[in-house]
């Protein structure tokens, strides 16, 4: 059955309740829904439902494309003057001798280690140091620049840029525009974990707050440039936290049009100041996939982090509203490692990559950081069937 008689079904199902039968006829007619009904899905709305909700909005929007992209990441430091108490990372948890500070041509070093594969993009994200400074990261990205002129830079996140912004006196409109010049292509979506300041206060006290997080990124889209967000979920914050973080991004995409994905982010609780906390479901997972796709309405993309989430949950959650699944890594990044994430060494080629979405029925693109196609590998068979296939889920037929 298709994505519409799927939701027209549900539309004549009597025993669905008024509220839940009302919000899934604004999804039907494609109406926004509000924070009262955000929380009611989260409250009230089971699996099945939400599901059929949100891969209504993902198939109107990209019918069976899958996105990935090539990347890779590099970590400058694991050492960070914040303690954020969900953080693998942090100083108070991490002696210092197992930390790392790579220099200027370390990294470079990295970014030329690739020379020769057909990456697109580098992410650079870690722990925030003095030392790390404006002056440093504008020359890091010219570097770049100068040595690879086509490989997109998705670099650090406001809780960065604000620190370093303050310690050099620069407004943030200024400091933006100065990253962009020093060859900075776009933002990545993370410091966001929860906005409201109850749970924010309790998780990630001194980092820069909401407004600020907020304002870094309108300042950034005002360039004209793009950006994306995330949400930390399943720790110590309740739905109404996760409904008010998603409308404060709902209401500056509105005013700016710059974000291009939302990335949830499930809490993992490995090695952290948190570990006391329990993990949340891969039932739960999902259904926060589906309220994120059906509640930010002008967001073009929903992302799952393959790398933290495990590749079987990756897959599921291309059925609940996710029309992405992030990057090839190889193993370049260790901030979930480091908090327990599924895959330990996180790595999948493209053939692997590829093979995994179409085992469920979706169709797999390549694109670039700004979603441009680089290749459409929906006819294209590989020689041989890559040998990690078994160790995820492979529907004997095509069932959807
Ligand atoms: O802000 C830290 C999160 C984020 C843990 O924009 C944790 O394409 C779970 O934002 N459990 C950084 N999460 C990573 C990030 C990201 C990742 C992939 C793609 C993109 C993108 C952005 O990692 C941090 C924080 O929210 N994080 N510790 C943990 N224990
Ligand atoms: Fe530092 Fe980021 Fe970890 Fe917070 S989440 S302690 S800011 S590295």
Redesign the pocket.
């Given at each position: 059955m298709d994505a519409e008689k799927k939701l027209t079904f549900l539309l004549e199902n009597k025993r669905l309740g008024n509220e839940l039968q009302t919000i899934a006829s604004k999804v039907y007619h494609g109406e926004r829904i509000s924070e009262e009904d955000g929380v009611l899905l989260y409250e009230r709305g089971d699996l099945g439902y939400l599901g059929v909700l949100a891969n209504f909005i993902r198939e109107k929007r990209h019918g069976d494309i899958t996105y990935f992209n090539r990347n890779f990441h590099i970590e400058p430091t694991n050492l960070c003057v914040y303690d954020?108490k969900?953080?693998?990372?942090s100083r108070l948890i991490k002696q210092r001798e197992d930390g790392w500070e790579a220099t200027m041509d370390e990294m470079l070093d990295q970014i030329k280690s690739y020379d020769n594969e057909p990456v697109t993009e580098v992410?650079i994200?870690g722990g925030v140091l003095p030392q790390y400074d404006m002056p440093f990261y504008m020359e890091l990205f010219t570097a770049i620049k100068r040595h690879r002129p086509n490989l997109h830079v998705?670099a650090l996140?406001p809780?960065e840029y604000h620190y370093i912004f303050k310690k050099a006196k620069v407004d943030y409109a200024t400091g933006m525009a100065m990253m962009k010049d020093a060859g900075l292509d776009s933002?990545?979506?993370?410091?966001?974990?929860i906005f409201h300041p109850e749970v924010r206060e309790q998780i990630a006290k001194d980092k820069c707050n909401a407004e600020q997080w907020l304002q870094i990124h309108e300042a950034w889209h005002k360039l004209g440039m793009h950006?994306?967000?995330?949400?930390?979920y399943g720790h110590i914050e309740g739905y109404w936290h996760r409904i008010d973080h998603m409308e404060r991004l709902r209401e500056l995409q509105d005013k700016t049009g710059g974000f291009q994905?939302f990335?949830p982010?499930?809490?993992?609780?490995?090695d952290?100041q948190?570990s006391h906390i329990s993990e949340s479901t891969v039932i739960e997972d999902l259904r926060n996939y589906a309220i994120s796709r059906i509640y930010l309405d002008n967001f073009p993309h929903i992302?799952a982090?393959w790398?933290?989430i495990s590749r079987e949950t990756a897959q599921l959650a291309l059925g609940f509203g996710v029309d992405d699944i992030?990057?090839t890594l190889d193993d370049t990044?260790k901030?979930?490692s480091?908090?327990?994430?599924e895959e330990q060494h996180p790595a999948m080629s493209t053939q692997e990559l590829v093979e995994l979405i179409k085992h469920v029925g979706r169709h797999p693109i390549e694109r670039d950081t700004l979603y441009n196609i680089i290749t459409d590998y929906n006819e294209i068979v590989f020689q041989e069937e890559s040998t990690k296939q078994s160790t995820y889920y492979q529907l004997p037929v095509v069932n959807k």
């Open positions: 954020c969900f953080c693998s990372y992410h994200v998705k996140t809780v933002m990545p979506g993370g410091g966001a974990e950006s994306n967000a995330t949400m930390l994905a990335i982010l499930k809490f993992r609780n490995m952290n948190m992302k982090y790398a933290m992030d990057g990044t901030i979930y480091m908090a327990g994430a």
